[in-house]
Each structure stands twice: as structure tokens, then as C-alpha cells.
């Protein structure tokens, strides 16, 4: 064992409890952060339980669900955030970008939950008064001394006068859900990879690779509490799933590419397109997937689909 492996042993030892408040979580199971503490000047070990069996995100093709690495590394922003960098907790965090990308040989499903410890960085940081405006998070992930993925993600942080600016009519959480267009039925095959109805995000569109994105805002996971835009996460999940849907052979994602450029609202469509890019090294395929909404591109996702 290396000295930095016994540094973070230790660390993991004496990790102080994550309340939940501090993942931005109303359900406690879907809490997966089990302990943190600061290893060096803007350096934090994160430790993450992956559970067995969860109502969303299932192991699939003897490989752990990748997206629990996403999930996991979106609660670490407001963990540190308030914890860290003085944040209060009525402000707002938002998604700049998100590049990840997994080891599958590390991310063998074993019959049981996994605990990952992800070995984080910040930098970039920048300050408004005391608290934290920005920042750049490093993350290694590891599992069972193994090296399961690396990933790097910006974010800022708006305080609720200046979020209330930004967003406009939008910043009423109440009005912004009743203005919520109805979810569309559930795309069928290939979307569905064995999913329930209410787990597959996108829906039937014209056109070859196109889906509507369905945003079912009473989705006890993606819409864990009341949010008044669509979350990252289904965003990114929308991206698994037309990406998936897009290759001609079974696939798992080992990586993602995600740049957020706008917010995408309630009350109206969000198209997602998904075509294939050149140049993927052998075995695998980059799928370019596009969000637009009002004619504009709000999001988009170069996600690499591996063989299984």
C-alpha cells in the first residue's frame, strides 16, 4: 500500500457524517455520500455507498450503473459547498459542465453495493465575500484499491436575488410546475432497455435519432423534490438513453462529455438528437447528443458507449 493509500485509509476512518441537507436530497435512501473530510489545502476524500438494488439506477450487463458516478459526484457539489466553501444553503448551484470517464474492468457488478471513495481537487476557485462562487472539481474515483474512473466538473453558485434575476418568471417554483406540459408516453424499442414505462425519458419524435424529452415531474428519483427547470441528472440520463438507443449493438456508457448552456424549461418541448461522431478508438462509439429547446441549444452530451 502506497503512503497515499494509507493517507486516504485514514481519512476514511475518521470521515464525518454527510447530512443529508447537504446533498440536496428529500428522500435519505437516495442519500449514496457515507462520509467526507479535507485531505490538503482544497483537497476532500468522499466516500459513496452504491447500493445493490435501487429503484433507478440498475447494474446492467454485469457493470455497475455508471450513472451512480454521476450521481454521486452531483452531491459532492453541494456537500463541499456548504461545508466547505461557505455556502449558504438557499443558494443556487449550476452545472457549467461534466466529463467522466469509467474503467469497466473496475466497474464489475459483484452481486452486491459498492463503496467508492472519490478522491477530489478543487480548483479555480473564486470568492464573493467568504463564501465560494465557482469552482473546478478533480475527481478520482476508486473501488477496492482500483482506479473505477476519473472526471473533472464546473460549477457556480448564484445567491437567491441574483438566481431570481436570472431566471425571470421562471424563479416562481410554484407556478414554474403548473406551467409543466404533461409527460408524453415512453418511446418504445430500442429506447427501453428492459426499463419500466416510467423510468424511460424519452419519447417517440419525427425523424431518425430524435426523441422528445419526457419530463414527468411526479418521478420520485429525477424529481427527488420540486425543481422549477429540468435537472442535470435527466438530462444526462436522456443522453445514456438516446445514445444507447442509437448504437446497432449492446452497449454500456463509459463516458460522458457534458456541457449545460441553458436551463430546460417546464412548459415547453426539448428535442433530443443523437448522432454518431468519427474517430472512436477501437470497440467503442461517441454518440454527439443534443438538447434544443425554442430552437436553441441548451445542452449537450459526446457520450462514449463501450462493447459489453
Known amino acids: 500500500m502506497s503512503s497515499l493509500d494509507l493517507v486516504h485509509d485514514e481519512a476514511a476512518l475518521s470521515a464525518a457524517h454527510v447530512p443529508q441537507v447537504f446533498t440536496h436530497k428529500t428522500n435519505p435512501s437516495e442519500v449514496l455520500l457515507t462520509g467526507w473530510c479535507r485531505t490538503g489545502p482544497d483537497a476532500f476524500a468522499v466516500t459513496a455507498r452504491w447500493p445493490r438494488a435501487h429503484g433507478f439506477y440498475v ?11 454521476s450521481e454521486s459526484i452531483r452531491q459532492t457539489l453541494p456537500l463541499l459547498s456548504h461545508a466547505e466553501y461557505g ?33 477530489i481537487t478543487a480548483t479555480d476557485v ?4 467568504t463564501r465560494a462562487a465557482a469552482l473546478v472539481l478533480h475527481v478520482e474515483a476508486w473501488r477496492q484499491g482500483a482506479r473505477l474512473a476519473e472526471a473533472r466538473t464546473h460549477f457556480t453558485v448564484q445567491d437567491p436575488a441574483v438566481y431570481r434575476r436570472l431566471r425571470g418568471r421562471y424563479a416562481d417554483l410554484v407556478l414554474a410546475n403548473a406551467r409543466a406540459l404533461p409527460a ?15 423510468d424511460v425519458v424519452l419519447a417517440r419524435a419525427d425523424g431518425e435519432g430524435r426523441w422528445q424529452l419526457r419530463v414527468d415531474t411526479s418521478h420520485p428519483i429525477l424529481f427527488d423534490h420540486p425543481v422549477d427547470h429540468a ?22 456508457v463509459v463516458g460522458m462529455e457534458a456541457v449545460f448552456t441553458r436551463y430546460a424549461e417546464l412548459d415547453a418541448p426539448c428535442w433530443i438528437d443523437a448522432r454518431p461522431l468519427p474517430g472512436a478508438p477501437t470497440g467503442r462509439q461517441r ?7 425554442h430552437d436553441e441549444e441548451i445542452f449537450t452530451d459526446v457520450v462514449t458507449l463501450g462493447e459489453v
Open 126 to 129: 473564486k470568492y464573493r465575500g
Open 231 to 252: 435537472p442535470g441528472m435527466l438530462l444526462l440520463e436522456a443522453a445514456r438513453q438516446a445514445a444507447q438507443a442509437s448504437s446497432p449493438r449492446p452497449t454500456a
Open 184 to 198: 408524453p408516453p415512453p418511446a418504445p424499442a430500442p429506447v427501453r432497455g428492459g426499463r419500466h414505462d416510467e
Open 87 to 119: 455556502v449558504p444553503l438557499d443558494h443556487h448551484l449550476l452545472w457549467q459542465d461534466f466529463r467522466w470517464e469509467l474503467d469497466p474492468a473496475a466497474a464489475r457488478d459483484e452481486g452486491h453495493g459498492a463503496d467508492v471513495e472519490l478522491r
Open 59 to 69: 447494474h446492467r450487463d454485469g457493470l455497475l450503473d455508471p450513472l451512480l458516478l
Open 287 to 293: 454518440i454527439l447528443v443534443t438538447a434544443r429547446q
